[in-house]
């Protein structure tokens, strides 16, 4: 099995920044693309950023400018960089990765638990 552990939210002041980070462990062959999408009340869950095994990285126009996903493949892990915080990211963000955990099986779209972060003064 697979599992993706986010880490990093918090109460966070509006201009501040945040940096998350998510952990994939288990039986694991590759990681191809990782992504984080957030969640906040009463709203569907929506991408945020995305990034893909070779690097190819995609924003939701709303994160454009303010926020930085990476990655790295020697920790199995996926970080989320967002700046200028607004109240209005307030959401449970979560991490979200396709994992083969075999050269011959096909990958496997995982979740993670998800981790608050509240923008407010």
């Known amino acids: 099995q697979v599992q993706l552990v986010e880490s990093g939210g918090g109460r966070m002041q509006p201009g501040g920044s945040l940096r998350l980070s998510c952990d994939v462990s288990g039986t694991i062959y590759k990681i191809y693309t990782m992504g984080w999408y957030r969640e906040a009340p009463g709203k569907e869950r929506e991408l945020v950023a995305s990034i893909t095994s070779i690097g190819t990285t995609l924003y939701e126009d709303f994160a454009k400018g303010r926020a930085t996903i990476s990655r790295d493949d020697a920790k199995n892990a996926v970080y989320l960089q967002m700046n200028r915080l607004r109240p209005e990211d307030s959401a449970v963000y979560y991490c979200?990765?396709?994992?083969?955990?075999?050269?011959?099986?096909?990958?496997?779209?995982?979740w993670g638990q998800g981790t608050r972060v509240t923008v407010s003064s």
């Open positions: 979200n990765a396709y994992v083969a955990q075999t050269a011959h099986s096909d990958d496997v779209n995982y």
